[in-house]
T-cell receptor, first 111, second 118 residues
Framework: QKEVEQDPGPLSVPEGAIVSLNCTYS??????FMWYRQYSRKGPELLMY????GNKEDGRFTAQVDKSSKYISLFIRDSQPSDSATYLC???????????FGRGTSLIVHP | EPEVTQTPSHQVTQMGQEVILRCVPI?????FYWYRQILGQKVEFLVS????????KSEIFDDQFSVERPDGSNFTLKIRSTKLEDSAMYFC????????????????FGEGSRLTVL
């Protein structure tokens, strides 16, 4: 079983839709959870960061962590064509701080 | 807003040649990283660097690779004898603000250096 699993998509939605992106993981030592957005041929850009379980909201983005299920989610409300990108989940352990990345999910928001 | 800068943006080289990729991390960060991403694949960790030495490295980071912080600002990745399979986008990242309680792993990435080995 891979440490971090993420469906590569692509996920295609109409503008204005609510998008749900997810990752599962196998290593219970992960404590820090991040979502990165990567546009084509660009570097990953940090979107959201959460520590341990719970929710965090930032504008149209909400990150959820459920450590009991080893499952993390990113919700995007009122999705826009400019949200079209690859979304990478990443997580790291306390003491190591080296994020392990998922494959990324390609999101396409069409007008 | 401070950012990580990388040069060159694209380098084409012949197999067996040495390549040096350069990065200027965010100035008040303490931890530096190299990741790579082969086209269509996931972002993979290569090496982390802290306090002027390697703190962790992956299986990918073999004897062909080395890192250096020669002057307190630049952070370089050297590939001694490139192979075809080294063709990838190489990302530099930095994290860990000086004085923070802990390094949480929030990495800030550069735009990447695309390496093409022929």
């Amino acid at each position: 079983q891979k440490e971090v699993e993420q469906d590569p998509g692509p996920l295609s939605v109409p503008e204005g839709a609510i998008v749900s992106l997810n990752c599962t993981y196998s290593n219970s030592a992960f404590q820090y959870f991040m979502w990165y957005r990567q546009y084509s041929r660009k570097g990953p850009e940090l979107l959201m960061y959460t520590y341990s379980s719970g929710n965090k909201e930032d504008g149209r983005f909400t990150a959820q962590v459920d450590k009991s299920s080893k499952y993390i989610s990113l919700f995007i409300r009122d999705s826009q064509p400019s949200d079209s990108a690859t979304y990478l989940c990443a997580m790291s352990k306390g003491g190591s701080y080296i994020p392990t990345f998922g494959r990324g999910t390609s999101l396409i928001v069409h007008p | 807003e401070p950012e990580v800068t990388q040069t060159p943006s694209h380098q084409v080289t012949q197999m067996g040649q040495e390549v040096i990729l350069r990065c200027v991390p965010i100035s008040n960060h303490l931890y530096f990283y190299w990741y790579r991403q082969i086209l269509g694949q996931k972002v993979e960790f290569l090496v982390s660097f802290y306090n002027n030495e390697i703190s962790e490295k992956s299986e990918i980071f073999d004897d062909q690779f080395s890192v250096e912080r020669p002057d307190g600002s630049n952070f370089t990745l050297k590939i001694r004898s490139t192979k075809l399979e080294d063709s990838a986008m190489y990302f530099c990242a930095s994290s860990g603000i000086q004085g923070a309680l802990e390094n949480t792993g929030e990495l800030f990435f550069g735009e990447g250096s695309r390496l093409t080995v022929l």
